[in-house]
């Protein structure tokens, strides 16, 4: 089965840091980017930044809303990407999908065509 | 950064309507530009990608079209189970960016 499933969300103190995973299975994920987008409660989706394939050289892109503080990696040999916060803040609270995209010309124009169910994150003291 | 307008924010309809959802980019976008639909409490799901391809799966009452910077969605003969938000993305450049969402109500 085609499929995407994020863990590690949970409740951290603004300033406190947390990794999440996202883990793939059923398609080529070492050809695939892996984009995370987030959600707050009742808010639209924002895009949050993507790592690329090691074909071009695992380049990480970021939102400027978590530059700095956000790091993007993936481990192709266990089909799993992950999402470092650090130094977070209340407005980081949401929840949080990673989804694929292409990482080269397919004529699907980059779409995300895989999601995750999503984990949420809750920045609060 | 690319901005991405929808219209309109929401919209009340009734089955077996005809819905159309407008969205406007900054710049042009080519046919860089894709559509989800999304039910509360569930992930997006990928409707329509360069601007008017079907994704596998999707029923055809859905369509797209559009170039450049002037997107739309249509729903036609809209089911019970179309009542969801709707957003636009581009994927034209980083950041990708998506539009605010149209929420698609019960009238």
């Known amino acids: 089965e085609v499929q995407l499933v994020e863990s590690g969300g949970n409740l951290v103190q603004p300033g406190g840091s947390l990794k999440l995973s996202c883990a793939a299975s059923?398609?080529?994920?070492?050809?695939?980017?892996i984009h995370w987008v987030r959600q707050a409660s009742g808010r639209g989706l924002e895009w949050v930044g993507r790592?690329?394939?090691?074909?071009?050289?695992?380049?990480?892109a970021y939102a400027a809303s978590v530059t700095g503080r956000f790091t993007i990696s993936r481990d192709d040999s266990n089909s799993t990407a992950y999402l470092q916060m650090t130094s977070v803040k209340t407005e980081d609270t949401a929840v949080y999908y990673c989804?694929?995209?292409?990482?080269?010309?397919?004529?699907?124009?980059?779409?995300?065509?895989?999601w995750g169910q999503g984990t949420m994150v809750t920045v609060s003291s | 950064d690319i901005q991405m307008t929808q219209s309109p924010s929401s919209l009340s309809a009734s089955v077996g309507d005809t819905v159309t959802i407008t969205c406007r980019a900054s710049?042009?976008?080519?046919?860089?530009l894709h559509w989800y639909q999304q039910k509360p409490g569930k992930a997006p799901k990928l409707l329509i990608y360069?601007?008017?391809s079907l994704q596998s799966g999707v029923p055809s009452r859905f369509s797209g079209s559009g170039s450049e910077t002037d997107f739309t969605l249509t729903i036609g003969s809209l089911q019970p189970e179309d009542f969801a938000t709707y957003y636009c993305?581009?994927?034209?450049?980083?950041?990708?960016?998506f539009g605010q969402g149209t929420k698609v109500e019960i009238k």
């Open positions: 790592v690329r394939s090691r074909a071009n050289s695992y380049a990480t």
């Open positions: 360069a601007a008017s």
């Open positions: 993305q581009q994927s034209y450049s980083t950041p990708q960016t």
């Open positions: 989804t694929r995209g292409d990482d080269f010309w397919t004529g699907y124009y980059f779409a995300f065509d895989i």
């Open positions: 059923g398609f080529t994920f070492s050809g695939s980017a």
């Open positions: 710049q042009n976008i080519r046919s860089y």
